[in-house]
């Protein structure tokens, strides 16, 4: 049996009881299994502080810059391997696998980039200074220095690549050391990204640890200057944030949680147009994408009324395209949810949605999947809903149910209304709306952009450029108020915030452009 091995204080650590299975989702066998029993976190969390936070802060941003696309190669020289393992042990499909892993080697590539002007300095100065006497030389300027701490990260089970990467580039550029945790079931792969990124020496000696398994009392060892970044879902996200520990000692903590994101086509979008097909092509991609476990998949889709027939025989029959199955088969292009919990989450979900919504696709139950044997495996196949009353507050506003589903919510084609109808999940990561009338778009823009951490047109001239509403490029914000957990990360040198004290500092002005540099 393959037993996961953490990496903390600069060596490779395996525990010798206490340990939890990782599963194959096809198969449904145990392929490996992981422990932290016996781990000293507070000897871990010391190590990260002492060793690799003054070695980070030593290196200019030049230096850190490099580091990062040093650790970007590292991974993309194992691209092959990481993908295969990816559809051997996570179940995705060679296509999921590999928007994980380029996505984790690209976010990192793209993080090194920015350090590109600012090679010799060693902190970020925070916007233009300001004169603040009646001389010019009385001068205060904000500037952003590297918390002493440690970033602990503890990441979902859908991304074991991306996010191990997308919040190291963050933390690390800044110039804190990070102690990484992804989800048990898929831990497998994010060791071996971490083997990838140990073995090829590129990082300084304690600026990555890594935790496969229970965070067992690390809590109880944090500190002011220490940052949690948390992905997951809302309930635990909730439990770290009340955590006694966490609130006593003042931890910073940023959320990532559940998301209810909604795509709203515009009344002015013309069937067989090119909004109108890049909408199906994003929709039906956001459901089944990942198998729909994907923070920014589609779980809303808001229509004008005298649209949803189309809309919904557009849909069916994209869906019905889909083969779910084993990904080690070719010809199959969904793969199984992650766990057994997971199956059984969205099994009882879509049977919570149906007491508010029609099930019109699918049948809300596990299906055998193509090149599997018949009863295992955690497949789950596409399902659509349509909602009985689209305005009423309900579990379809509420319910997050991680897999392949969505619901369809008729609407008056006013801007207003939907909105107000989208608003009614109190918070999404994405908002996708189509169409090219700028009057309705603004209009939507100011009812409902505060209910988003991001608002997504696709429109006419844009449709053949658009990433996709899913795709979380580290140009822009990742992150969405209430439901989303009311957390932000990536958006550039903005996402290195969170690991940062911005300081004021007052003084004479050379001396003060001196000091920040
Ligand atoms: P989860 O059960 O909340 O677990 C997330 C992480 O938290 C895992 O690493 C888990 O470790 C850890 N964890 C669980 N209990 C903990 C505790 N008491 N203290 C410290 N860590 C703890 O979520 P999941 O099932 O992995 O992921 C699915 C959810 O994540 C969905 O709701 C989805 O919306 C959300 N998600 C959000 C985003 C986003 O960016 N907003 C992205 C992806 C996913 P173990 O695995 O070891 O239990």
Not at 25 to 30: D, G, L, N, R, Y
Not at 423 to 439: A, H, I, R
Request: net charge negative; glycine share 12%; proline share 4%.
């Amino acid at each position: 049996m393959q037993k996961l091995r953490s990496y903390v204080q600069g060596e490779w650590f395996e525990a010798s009881s206490g340990f939890r299975p990782l599963t194959d989702p096809c198969s449904e066998e145990v392929f490996a299994e992981t422990s932290t029993e016996g781990l000293d976190f507070a000897a871990v969390v010391g190590y990260c502080r002492d060793t690799g936070g003054p070695a980070l802060r030593a290196m200019t941003l030049g230096e850190r810059g490099a580091m990062l696309a040093a650790m970007s190669k590292a991974l993309h020289d194992q691209r092959e391997a990481l993908i295969e393992y990816s559809v051997e042990s996570c179940g995705t499909t060679r296509k999921d696998a590999k928007f994980d892993i380029d996505g984790a080697s690209g976010t990192l590539y793209y993080y090194s980039t920015l350090a590109k002007g600012l090679e010799e300095r060693s902190c970020f100065a925070d916007g233009e200074g300001v004169q603040l006497g009646r001389s010019a030389r009385s001068w205060g300027q904000h500037a952003w220095l590297p918390k002493r701490g440690v970033a602990v990260h503890i990441n979902a089970f859908n991304f074991p690549a991306w996010g191990l990467a997308e919040k190291a580039a963050c933390a690390l550029l800044a110039g804190m050391p990070v102690l990484s945790k992804p989800a048990t079931s898929t831990a497998a792969l994010t060791a071996r990204c971490v083997e990838a990124i140990v073995d090829s020496g590129c990082l300084p000696a304690g600026a990555l640890s890594f935790v496969a398994g229970s965070v067992g009392d690390l809590f109880a060892h944090l500190g002011p200057q220490d940052v949690i970044a948390f992905t997951g879902s809302a309930d635990t996200g909730r439990t770290i944030r009340g955590d006694s520990r966490v609130l006593d000692a003042g931890v910073k903590v940023n959320v990532e949680a559940d998301s209810l994101n909604a795509a709203v086509l515009a009344p002015d979008v013309e069937e067989g147009s090119d909004v109108w097909d890049l909408f199906l092509r994003d929709v039906s991609r956001e459901i089944t994408q990942k198998s729909g476990q994907k923070c920014t998949a589609v779980r809303r889709i808001l229509v004008p009324k005298e649209r949803l027939d189309d809309v919904l025989g557009e849909l069916r029959s994209r869906l019905e395209g889909v083969v779910v199955g084993n990904p080690r088969d070719k010809g199959v292009t969904m793969g199984p949810l992650a766990t057994a919990q997971q199956l059984d989450d969205a099994v009882a979900g879509v049977a919570k949605l149906q007491e508010h919504a029609e099930l019109v696709f699918g049948s809300g139950q596990r299906v055998d999947g193509i090149g599997n044997d018949a009863g295992r495996g955690y497949f789950f196949a596409p399902a659509l809903l349509v909602a009985k009353d689209a305005t009423a507050q309900s579990p379809l506003h509420e319910h997050e149910v991680f897999g392949p589903v969505a619901t369809l919510f008729p609407y008056d084609g006013d801007a207003a209304t939907a909105a107000k109808i989208v608003s009614l999940s109190e918070g999404t990561l994405v908002t996708s709306v189509y169409g090219d009338d700028v009057k309705w778009l603004s209009t939507y823009l100011q009812n409902g952009g505060a209910y988003t951490g991001r608002l997504y047109v696709g429109s006419e001239k844009g449709a053949d450029q658009a990433p996709g509403s899913g795709l979380a490029l580290p140009q822009v914000l990742h992150g969405g108020p209430g439901r989303a957990g009311g957390g932000e990360e990536l958006g550039g040198l903005r996402g290195l915030a969170l690991y940062q004290q911005r300081v004021a500092v007052m003084g004479d002005r050379a001396i003060v452009d001196r000091m920040i540099g």
